[in-house]
């Protein structure tokens, strides 16, 4: 969601404050502002849409001053507009905030019963007026700040400057990440080490119900009850990344053309490429002896978990549930000590997905969590971590995240095979060797259909609705498909099990309506055509994405035919999500949308 920054230097912070909104930016872009205490006197500068727009700002009307807080917002509370766009002052306090504060109406109806007068319409702004009548009710910094904490529920990340105080910065954590980080007389405060990364890679994570007072000289953290508490200090590999589009015109693009090394990494934390047999550390999830999984994830995760299904029941004999994690965590799922869960989630911070683990926690089942950030919450509350090592995922509409979550997957559910029994050492030996053709065959595919792509983009662009089918591991792929187009290009897009077009998406078929069909030649084949001859008898205009042999046996007129290399059935779900990927790119980039921060989306979902 929201991105939140601070420094407590030792020289002028506004331009390094916004230098590090720069890599926070994927979090949220409705907004952004900067706040600065200089001779005792808090200034802001504020601007709606854009970063650049808060850069020219400052450019024009700069801001002086050795310590300030600054934010990146996606709007939860209240329109984008400058009005709405933190930091938000009261009455000498400053404060940014990254999340929802769910009681704020009793609050704001409370304070203004009190005099209070509200500028905004968001939610944050209740907690500004809780600090600065807690002052006046003669109470200390810290003890205003504990007070106010007190009264809020919700999940939040926030940083405060007080007016009468230009050393320390207040800050408190429940639900949205924030790090603290250490420096040569400078301390730093971010809603993750990538935007630390310039100044230090020695980060303290603050937990749940932490709020701390982070000085130039040292930190004082604290728990929900006050009391002094202690957090480890860690180095984060997070500075040796390098945040830039190089050579490409977007970060999506740059994203998907890097699957194949990202992709190299995954599997070399994964499998043995000379022995090719899986050397898997499953920590305290016991495979042999698990009797079902459980997976929750949100989105693109919750769909690279849809094609994991497949590959667990199919290799392990492991029985699966999957749900969506905003309705996971309120089902009630029957749940047993037997059982294990997987939790997929690129940020590692997601909400919804974090309280579906504690939900399983909570009912004795071990975790394991497929991340891509190793010092998220997820992580930290796992019993076992399997990290998808993709590196930073800047655009908004993931492509190079799911293609690693899906790559782990696969690893995983063959060590699964392995552990229980279902797989001998020859299956093994297959499969793997599989897994390690793919980088090859990644490259060989993205340099083979990018002139098809974006001729093909160019007549999708001009439509308004567009269907997506598959069967297997194809049906998710659908799904993701159409999640990937909507996202960035705003064509409204489904996804379905071919087999369910007759049931009700047939009625919407007609002669200006592309239905995309992905259909490898494996053992679903056969039914996919099938549904591909119903489309053509209604005047569809069908988009076939095949392999070698499915455009040698079908017959069917389309559109267009993509023609991918013949692959085993393990890693066509990798191999068929890269047309998908460049076809929502290409017709996005012709649409003249925002490619890598489309709107109404923010990257890391870090409020329910």
């Known amino acids: 969601m929201c991105g939140i920054v601070g420094i407590v230097g030792k020289s002028p912070v506004a331009g390094r404050l916004v230098d590090a909104l720069t890599r926070l930016e994927y979090r949220g872009y409705d907004s952004a502002g900067v706040a600065t205490l200089n001779k005792g006197r808090l200034e802001r500068r504020r601007a709606e849409g854009k970063l650049f727009n808060l850069q020219k700002k400052l450019a024009d009307e700069p801001l002086d001053g050795t310590i300030g807080i600054a934010h990146t917002r996606w709007a939860t509370h209240g329109v984008p507009n400058e009005t709405n766009a933190h930091p938000h002052f009261v009455e000498g306090v400053a404060v940014v905030h990254n999340g929802i504060i769910e009681n704020f ?6 304070l203004a019963a009190a005099g209070a007068q509200f500028a905004t319409q968001t939610d944050t702004e209740v907690v500004a007026h809780l600090l600065a009548k807690y ?5 200390g910094r810290r003890e205003a700040m504990h007070a106010m904490l007190r009264r809020v529920t919700g999940a939040y990340a926030l940083a405060v400057l007080f007016e009468d105080d230009p050393s320390t910065i207040m800050a408190a954590r429940s639900g949205p990440p924030l790090a603290i980080g250490y420096g040569r007389g400078e301390t730093y405060l971010g809603s993750d080490a990538i935007a630390l990364s310039p100044f230090t890679n020695e980060i303290t994570y603050l937990i749940d119900g932490d709020w701390a007072v982070i000085g130039s000289e040292g930190v004082a953290i604290f728990d929900i009850d006050g009391n002094r508490v202690s957090r480890p200090r860690q180095i984060t590999q997070a500075a040796a990344y390098l945040i830039d589009k190089g050579n490409h015109r977007h970060f999506m693009e740059k994203e998907v053309y890097e699957q194949p090394e990202v992709i190299s990494h995954a599997l070399g934390h994964y499998v ?16 042999a002896n698990v009797s079902s999984l459980a997976i929750s994830a949100c989105g693109t995760a919750f769909l690279a978990g849809s094609v994991g299904k ?15 994690a905003s309705e996971f965590r309120y089902r009630e799922m029957p749940l047993s000590p037997s059982q294990a869960a997987l939790f997929i989630s690129q940020s590692g911070e997601t909400a919804d997905t974090l309280a579906s683990l504690r939900y399983c926690k909570d009912n004795g089942l071990k975790i394991g969590a497929v991340v891509n950030a190793t010092e998220s919450t997820i992580a930290r509350e796992a019993d076992a971590i399997f990290p998808i090592l993709a590196g930073p995922e800047i655009g908004v509409a993931s492509t190079k995240a799911f293609t690693c979550q899906l790559a782990v997957l696969a690893s995983l559910a063959i060590g699964a095979g392995r552990a229980r029994g279902t797989l001998d050492a020859a299956d093994e030996k297959e499969l793997v060797r599989h897994l390690t053709e793919m980088p090859r065959i990644m490259s060989q595919v993205l340099n083979l259909i990018q002139p098809q792509m974006e001729s093909l983009a160019r007549d999708l662009s001009k439509c308004k609705d567009v269907l997506y089918i598959g069967r297997g591991t194809s049906y998710p792929l659908a799904m993701e498909g159409a999640l990937k187009l909507k996202e960035i290009s705003y064509i409204h897009a489904e996804g379905y099990a071919a087999g369910e077009l007759k049931h009700g998406p047939i009625a919407l078929i007609d002669e200006n309506m592309p239905v995309i069909v992905i259909a490898p030649h494996d053992r679903f084949f056969e039914k996919t055509v099938s549904n591909m001859q119903e489309v053509a008898a ?9 392999d070698g042999k499915g455009a040698a046996a079908s017959k069917l007129p389309t559109m267009a035919t993509i023609v991918l290399p013949v692959v085993d059935e393990i890693i066509s779900p990798m191999i068929f999500s890269l047309p998908i990927q460049l076809l929502a790119y290409h017709t996005a980039v012709f649409m003249g949308t925002d490619v890598d921060q489309p709107r109404n989306l923010a990257k890391s979902v870090t409020v329910e």
């Not at 002052?135 to 109470?139: C, E, H, K, T, W």
């Not at 490429?273 to 499953?282: D, L, N, P, Q, R």
């Not at 667990?312 to 749900?323: C, M, S, W």
């Open 538 to 546: 209604r005047g569809g205009r069908i988009i076939f994405i095949t």
């Open 135 to 139: 002052r006046r009710d003669g109470l």
């Open 105 to 110: 109406s009793e609050l704001k109806e409370e």
């Open 310 to 324: 497949y590959w667990f029941e199919r290799y392990a004999r492991l029985p699966v549930e999957i749900d969506v």
């Open 272 to 287: 043995d490429f000379a022995s090719h047999t899986v050397k898997i550390e499953t920590g305290a999830i016991d495979f």
